[in-house]
């Protein structure tokens, strides 16, 4: 195969490989990142041991409770709690004896594209000092990817709690895939992990369907491409035979 031959098949071939899959541009693609999908609120206003949609429970620690802004507002013996930092609900990383964690997996990245987590968390006022550890894990080979563990200080009241957003940055690995995963403080039974609210994702993601326009074209410049590179194949042979005969 000739040159020209092997420049039109790479052309073709890269954009059938563009049609089958191509990235895009950085997206969002966590479920239910701000936890105001799950499961009914009870009566005052909470849901303790119901996972928010989306969202798994990992296995050895208790399932986080699903707290709510009603929560908050249930009168003036809970004032001292944490209303949201968005929507109507949060996540008290408390879980429900002694601690919490929850991690949700995703797939059809872009293996070694960057991927950052934000988060935002605070301190339940007047419970004792807590942690909140944010990790990015292959799901496949369990190896940490990066991971940060945050204190958080023991806060005298509501008015003294303050929401603050995180980041986590790392890489995806071979296979594609991420697991979020947050876990509470395991140290304490005092009920000091953070609360936690509106976690995104972003990430490249890999997609396949419908070419857009700029696909396509790549495609007909590919044929095209092949179809010249067989023009001056034939052209180049005539005045061969044209000797010969
Ligand atoms: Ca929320």
């Given at each position: ?21 191509h990235p ?28 928010p949609?989306?969202w798994n ?7 986080p409770?699903i707290?709510?802004?009603a929560y ?8 001292q ?17 002694p ?25 339940w ?36 709690s ?6 986590l ?24 992990a ?5 976690v ?6 890999i ?7 700029s ?19 034939r ?6 035979r044209?000797?010969?005969?």
């Open positions: 195969m000739n040159g020209r031959w092997t420049g039109a098949l790479s052309a073709v071939g890269i954009s059938l490989g563009a049609l089958l899959a895009a541009s950085a997206a969002t693609v966590l479920v239910n990142g701000g936890f105001e999908d799950g499961p009914a609120m009870n009566a005052s206003g909470y849901n303790r041991g119901g996972l949609t989306g429970a990992v296995p050895g620690f208790e399932t409770d707290a709510s802004s908050v507002q249930t009168g003036a013996g809970f004032a709690l944490l209303g949201p930092q968005e929507g109507d609900r949060y996540l008290d990383m408390n879980g429900m004896s601690t919490g964690a929850i991690s949700q997996d995703v797939a059809g990245l872009v293996a070694g594209s960057a991927a950052t987590l934000t988060f935002w968390a605070s301190s006022a007047q419970n004792s000092s807590g942690l909140l550890t944010a990790s990015f894990i292959d799901p496949l080979t369990s190896a940490v990817i990066a991971t940060t563990t945050l204190s958080f200080p023991y806060q005298p009241s509501a008015a003294s303050v929401w603050t957003e995180y980041t940055s790392g890489l995806v690995p071979a296979s594609g895939r991420l697991r979020v995963l947050f876990s509470g403080d395991s140290s304490s039974t005092a009920r000091g953070p609360g936690l609210d509106n995104a994702l972003m990430a490249s993601t997609t396949t369907g419908v070419p857009e326009p696909t396509w074209a790549m495609m007909l410049i590919g044929f095209a491409g092949l179809g010249f590179a067989g023009y001056r194949k052209a180049a042979v005539q005045p061969i044209g000797r010969i005969a």
